[in-house]
């Protein structure tokens, strides 16, 4: 499948082909539109997954008790990544998420997102803390991100015994967040934070956000997995929002809710991927292992992987 190359029409639609059909994505507007009344042959599916997150850093100043990224200073070469970039826009991603760690401590962040904003038509997002997003790195981000994801898991005290960081501060970041592009809230949902939802989603929807994403508390080293009651109490809640946010959740945990897929057909390491911040590529950011992309690239360390996907994690 080919993508525009006039960077023009880049800039509204980009093509992919796959088992569900052919996808049309504006990263400008986020529009996607599915023809599946379109057979698309197999040598023409895109061969990149159609979105990628990647690690850039695992450094983080925070020290949140649920955190998944290892403590450590790995971060990944700028030349690298840009590398990478190329070859998954070429291929047919649609969407790259940065991610770390902290993304904004990545030492040259602003200018990998003009890189990828301006050199790919690739669709720029990151998710971030927030507490480093000030003018300057604001009016530097401004054009070259299309959505940022902003982590909020509770509010007030909740938000501060788990961030550590003053929750008035991170209602200022939110409105320098607003003037750079679309941005949604991310919240870990777990029985400390399941009673602050319909705050978070008040203080979301005030602050200008466009999307609440769900996140059920996953397991790691120092906790367990959200329970199967705070599991119920989060379906009722989502049952009985009424808010103007799009509510999301992430498909590990979709089972139960009121999700809608139109590209279930395009599934599994043709959705999506991640690379840490050593370079392995994995089916999500919750795996221990990987396979490191040599020079062959991300292709063909994700060719390796789709031949040895477990189920390892933490
Ligand atoms: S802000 Fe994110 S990366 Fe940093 S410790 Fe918290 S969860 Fe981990």
Do not use: L, N
């Given at each position: 499948m080919k993508n525009f190359t006039n960077n023009h029409q880049a800039d509204h639609w980009k093509l992919r082909g796959g088992p569900a059909g052919l996808h049309v994505f504006n990263r400008a507007t986020g529009l996607n539109i599915l023809d599946d009344e379109i057979s698309v042959p197999v040598a023409l599916?895109?061969?990149?997954?159609r979105n990628v997150s990647i690690a850039l850093t695992n450094r983080c100043d925070l020290a949140c008790v649920h955190c998944f990224a290892p403590k450590s200073r790995d971060a990944l070469p700028f030349d690298t990544i840009t590398r990478w970039l190329c070859e998954l826009d070429a291929n047919g991603t649609l969407g790259v998420g940065f991610g770390g760690g902290e993304p904004t401590l990545y030492p040259r962040f602003a200018e990998l997102c003009q890189h990828a904003a301006r050199e790919t038509t690739l669709s720029v997002s990151f998710t971030t803390h927030g507490h480093h997003i000030d003018h300057a790195m604001a009016d530097s981000l401004h054009g070259n991100v299309h959505f940022i994801r902003v982590s909020m898991d509770g509010v007030n005290g909740t938000y501060e015994s788990i961030r550590r960081r003053s929750f008035e501060a991170l209602r200022g970041r939110l409105k320098v967040i607003q003037g750079i592009s679309q941005f949604g809230v991310n919240v870990v949902v777990n029985e400390r934070t399941i009673g602050d939802l319909d705050e978070v989603a008040e203080v979301a929807a005030d602050s200008g956000a466009a999307e609440l994403l769900l996140l059920p508390q996953e397991r790691t080293h120092t906790v367990s997995a959200i329970a199967a009651a705070t599991m119920r109490e989060l379906q009722c809640w989502v049952d009985g929002y009424g808010g103007p946010l799009k509510l999301c959740i992430n498909e590990a945990h979709a089972e139960g809710f009121p999700t809608c897929d139109p590209l279930v057909a395009e599934h599994g390491l043709r959705a999506y991927a991640h690379i840490d911040a050593t370079g392995a590529v994995k089916p999500t950011s919750y795996h221990a292992t990987g396979i490191a992309v040599g020079e062959g690239g991300v292709l063909e360390a994700l060719d390796l992987l789709a031949g040895d996907v477990t189920e390892d994690r933490p």
């Open positions: 599916w895109s061969r990149a997954p």
